[in-house]
């Protein structure tokens, strides 16, 4: 039953009865679900109903998110809007599609910077620097009545702590309840919620783990472990390693191990059904999961990782590979955690686990209502496990132990011990230490409110959670990006002493959007800049990508996999022309991934910046990967395999998403192209190609009879097509990637890169594509060179000859310096064969010579 359904008809309540009913309203619903609520679940939400503030500091495991169920039900029950908030998207999202279903669709929102739906819900669920920020903009009349804060210990986080703690200081009229398994001492913070907002706060805190652990420390190897584990039903085992790339390689490694019955490998390949893993790292994925391997890290695209925690929790995955965001509340259930190490990269060195991060990672063991215990598994150092078995094979033998050759710790390697496991289990969490930093756009925020602008950030800068020194620094900093803002005209002082109509003093001149410090901070610029560039240029429309592209965030992974490709190529072309090795390795030390634009774009970004000052808060970064996939007629296939980026899929499909949203509503009508059209059109066809899941559950949760989204229904359905999600069945992004398609066989022929033509074309049997190598001796006999500039895909060279059916044909006529057209490639392309991959494909090709 849906809970919203459930909401009692207050009207006629007497204010007396008003809690009691609706929390019998809210037990009436747990009791036809079969829900029993723990006592600390009953205490909190009861707190919650009080109008107390709570804190909920219970450990992973105890049931919090059925706390945050009953707030946001007695918040909706009230009449009030409740934010949920998390720290990192993917939460936030399995979050919102888990309240979907137990409040309906229409009754929960999400907001992430980067993606709305229904921002008018009674139930919203966002990052936490969304509800900071409509916390610094609105201040006590934002429209949030109630604030669940889930993984609340990101106070602490050095990098967006502030985000945490900024809700708490500005709305002084919302509830909260703040949830987190490690916290250290509260004292402080309740007497601080108690003096700001004049609520109590309850501390529910002494809850027993369902799920009681149980701790191992091994010196076995890790295949070895799982071996163990899997013999002795400890099953399913989650592997924590801490970087994506070994979280894959182990569980590649694993396949060897015969893990799944005849059965359940039959359940599993039920349960898989029609998925359909089309990209590189999702045939990988797909030989792995139907052995009972799973793997789990950001790298990966939405659609993957979901599946890996939809058959987790049917108990068929027995190990899963992945890194620590299991430490963050992704819902992966599990009996026993591995962890094979206790030292991490924190992006600045490599240091032992802080007790907080161990605990929320080992906290994950042990599933309420299957398990009676929950395992963690810790192993020893590598070269304490090669001790540990030299001297098993020793014995007591007190010769052979006496030869034993003792291994140790790398020069620089963190290396932790039994000792440090000891101390790890029985340490408390970590206080909480504020993180609260000043910025230009915390200023604007503020001076755009409503009110003595002036009063409200002295407030802010003095009465945070900072220590004197600490905000003493803050209100210096503060006073230089003021008189910046000052001096660039963006806040002026009234005219005399009387307040605006608005009760300011200090106001921002210029009308800023609502989320400017969220989503691309940066677009005002790249729209101005767009005054940089020539329309009359031939690269005009790839410039204005250019331009967008220079305020996203960087795909970091990619972009290194660019300057090291480009550096490689650069070296073996020096090495051919006898450049000896020092003297190549200086020259390629300036080459970086390809930056359409820079010199330009710094220029003006720093012209920019005088009269707009916050932007120097955020970093210009421009780069090429929208732009190259344009220019060589890339697909999400060549971009992936070209660089390597297997384990980075949903890095990758994250940037282009943001690309496609950020070209699609950024770019006004009087700067835009036919040209670029296509491009936004073809690119957002490639996103949901690649991984709709989001886009579809949405859609089917915004109206269950409906197949596809709103947008969807939009497109230009081609005929015969049954699927309007297919790819074909927008007939013009399915135009543009044959045509793309076909320049891309054109650029590929004249580097002369026979192996990746044959890569590009090895689902074709031999009698069914051309002999490149044999044609590319007869072109190159002919003429020294082929054009591959932005005119040699013109409608001039390529003509779809017959798009009437299910098979296309199409040629691409190759220009030659002569202006003569004798090559060309003859394609037939399958249009069924290109729904079922996601990618066109063709049924034949051949080279043609007139």
């Known amino acids: ?108 929102g999400m907001m992430t910077g980067d993606a709305t739906v229904n921002a008018n819900a009674p139930i919203i669920c966002a990052t936490a620097e969304i509800v900071a920020n409509i916390a610094l903009r609105d201040g006590v009349d934002a429209r949030i009545d109630q604030v669940v804060m889930d993984e609340f210990h990101y106070y602490s986080d050095p990098g967006r702590g502030w985000a945490w703690q900024v809700p708490l200081l500005e709305l002084s009229k919302a509830q909260f309840l703040l949830m987190s398994a490690t916290l250290g001492d509260l004292d402080w913070l309740v007497e601080d919620l108690k003096k700001r907002t004049g609520r109590t706060t309850d501390i529910v805190a002494d809850a027993e783990r369902p799920v009681p652990l149980d701790f191992e420390f091994v010196y076995t190897p890790v295949h070895e472990t ?26 590649q490694a694993l396949t060897s191990l015969n893990i799944l019955t005849p059965e359940e490998k039959e359940r599993i390949r039920a349960e898989i059904g029609d998925f359909k893993f089309t990209t590189t790292f999702g045939k990988t994925l797909s030989k792995l999961v139907r052995r009972g391997i799973g793997v789990h890290h950001a790298g ?35 009996r026993t955690v591995l962890m094979t190490g206790l030292a991490k990269f924190d992006g600045t060195k490599q240091r032992i686990l802080k007790s907080r991060e161990f605990h929320q990672i080992a906290g ?42 003792k291994k140790s710790a790398r020069d620089g390697e963190v290396a932790w011990t039994e000792s440090t496991y000891q101390r790890l289990i029985t340490a408390e969490p970590e206080n909480l230490t504020s993180q609260f930093q000043v910025s230009t756009s915390m200023l604007l925020n503020v001076l755009a409110r409503e009110g003595d602008g002036y009063q409200r950030l002295k407030k802010l800068l003095r009465d945070n959670h900072n220590t004197r020194t600490r905000q003493n620094a803050d209100i210096l900093s503060a006073i230089g990006l003021f008189r910046g803002l000052v001096s660039a005209g963006i806040v002026q002082r009234v005219d005399g002493d009387t307040p605006d109509e608005h009760g300011r003093i200090w106001h921002v001149t210029e009308e800023l959007q609502r989320d400017f410090a ?50 490689g190529d650069e070296i073996a072309a020096l090495k051919s022309e006898g450049v000896d ?135 230009e359905l081609a005929f015969g097509v049954e699927d309007p999600t297919a790819l074909t069945a927008n007939r013009r992004a399915f135009t543009i990637m044959v045509r793309n398609a076909m320049f891309r066989l054109v650029q590929l022929f004249a580097w002369e890169k026979e192996e990746e033509l044959e890569q590009f074309t090895d689902y074709l049997d031999a009698k069914d594509k051309p002999d490149f190598p044999g044609g590319m001796d007869n072109y190159f006999a002919d003429y020294a060179d082929l054009d591959t500039s932005p005119a040699a895909r013109g409608p001039e060279y390529f003509r779809p000859t017959d798009t009437s059916g299910r098979l296309w044909t199409v040629r691409q006529i190759l220009k030659d310096p002569e202006g003569d057209n004798a090559y060309a490639f003859e394609a037939v392309i399958d249009l069924d064969a290109s729904d079922h991959a996601g990618e066109v494909r063709f049924s034949s090709l051949r080279f043609d010579q007139n």
């Not at 204010?15 to 909190?44: R, V």
């Not at 979901?306 to 599990?334: H, M």
């Open 518 to 567: 969220l989503n691309q901070p940066l677009a005002p610029f790249a729209l101005a800049a767009l005054d940089l560039l020539d329309p009359e240029s031939d690269t005009y429309t790839l410039d204005v990508v250019s331009v967008f592209e220079s305020i996203l965030d960087d795909p970091r992974q990619l972009l290194v996999a660019q300057q090291k490709k480009r550096r």
């Open 581 to 715: 090795y020092t003297e190549r390795m200086k020259i390629v030390e300036d080459i970086t991934w390809p930056m359409p634009l820079a010199e330009l774009l710094e220029t003006g970004f720093d012209t920019y910046a005088e009269g707009h000052p916050w932007v120097r808060e955020f970093e210009l970064s421009p780069k090429s990967v929208v732009r190259e996939m344009v220019e060589q007629g890339m697909t999400f296939s060549d971009i992936i395999a070209t660089y390597g980026l297997g384990r980075s899929e949903g890095v990758v499909l994250r940037y282009l998403t943001d690309a496609w949203r950020t070209l699609q509503h950024s770019v006004p009508a009087d700067k835009t192209t036919e040209e670029l059209d296509d491009i936004i059109v073809w690119l957002g066809e490639l996103v949901r190609q690649v991984d709709s899941s989001l886009v579809d559950e949405w859609a089917q949760m915004a109206d269950p009879d409906a197949p596809i989204s709103a947008e969807d229904l939009s497109r």
């Open 364 to 405: 994950r063991a042990g599933r309420a209502g299957y398990d009676t215990e929950g395992h963690v598994v810790i192993q020893a150092t590598e070269y304490e496990t090669e001790n540990w078995q030299a001297r098993k094979r020793a014995g007591s033998d007190p010769k052979k132990l006496k030869k034993i050759r």
């Open 226 to 251: 799982i071996d163990d584990l899997l013999d002795r039903s400890m099953a399913p085992i989650y592997v924590v390693h801490f970087t994506q790339r070994e979280a894959t390689e182990r569980a």
């Open 1 to 108: 039953m849906n809970l919203t359904e459930m909401l009692p008809d207050l009207d006629d309540v007497p204010e007396s009865l008003l809690d009691e009913c609706i929390w019998d309203s809210f037990i009436g619903w747990c009791e036809a679900n079969s829900i029993s609520l723990y006592p600390h679940q009953e205490e909190a939400s009861l707190g919650v109903l009080a109008d107390d503030h709570v804190i909920l500091a219970t450990p992973t495991g105890s049931g919090k998110s059925m706390v945050a169920i009953a707030a946001h039900f007695i918040a909706m029950a009230k009449g009030q809007r409740s934010f949920y908030t998390a720290p990192i998207k993917a939460l936030v999202s399995e979050k919102f599609f888990a309240l979907c279903d137990i409040f309906g669709a229409e009754s929960v």
């Open 300 to 334: 990966m695209l939405p659609k993957y990782r979901r599946l890996v925690e939809k058959l987790s929790q049917t108990g068929l995955l027995k190990v899963i590979c992945g890194t620590d965001t299991l430490g963050v509340g992704i819902n992966v259930p599990i």
